[in-house]
């Protein structure tokens, strides 16, 4: 540090390392934090994604989309389900008893009314989770969002290293000159200042010469 560091440029080489080194740290500190919010605002959305997922399957299963085995499967989840069965009952029992006071009690209409009741209970419950399904549907696109965030916050981290290299590699190389500018000018200084002695010494001489002649 000094006067000639200052004169042939390592001062000021030094001072664009430091603030390069730190404008890099404060770069990379800024990224992996933003990195860190976008994993956790993806993880938010994991279990609605899982749930999603596996309602889904099992809706495809309880279609016959999966074979006949993940049906039936699927049914017996649902039939043997206490909850499932106990409204089955209940709302089975309504309909018998509609039946009675119409005089329909073992009609095939009071079996096709039955039947209507088990579809109608059975579409409810594959209703409960087709809403899953597409909850996690909507989770998933919501979580890709928040990925592809992410994957433009790395771009935009590598694209700002890559200018912040080439503006500190201008820096350097424009210092690289800078003793030899300074050298330079001293000289150019210099001679402005001999040249003038010159020609007052020319002239002084020229004058003595003429009275010398006298």
């Keep these: 540090m000094g006067f000639f560091g200052s004169f042939m440029g390592s001062d000021q080489a030094r001072d664009i390392s430091r603030a390069n080194r730190q404008a890099t740290t404060a770069l990379d500190n800024g990224y ?123 771009y935009g981290y590598g694209a700002t290293k890559a200018n912040q290299a080439i503006q500190y590699g201008n820096a350097l190389a424009a210092n690289r000159n800078t003793g030899l500018n300074n050298i330079l000018g001293v000289l150019g200084t210099a001679s402005r200042f001999v040249n003038p002695m010159n020609a007052l010494s020319g002239g002084y001489t020229g004058t003595t010469a003429a009275q010398g002649g006298r």
């Design 32 to 154: 992996n934090q933003s990195q860190g919010y976008y994993d956790q605002a993806a993880g938010s959305y994991d279990p609605y994604v899982q749930t999603g997922q596996a309602a889904n399957t099992f809706y495809g299963n309880a279609l016959g989309l999966n074979g006949d085995e993940a049906r039936a499967g699927a049914q017996n989840t649902i039939t043997s389900d206490p909850l499932w069965s106990g409204q089955f009952a209940q709302d089975s029992n309504n309909v018998l008893k509609s039946m009675n006071a119409r005089g329909l009690n073992g009609s095939g209409a009071a079996a096709l009314a039955g039947q209507r009741q088990l579809y109608a209970n059975y579409g409810n419950a594959l209703d409960r989770y087709a809403g899953l399904g597409a909850q996690g549907l909507q989770a998933t696109g919501a979580k890709a969002g928040v990925l592809q965030g992410q994957g433009d916050n790395a």
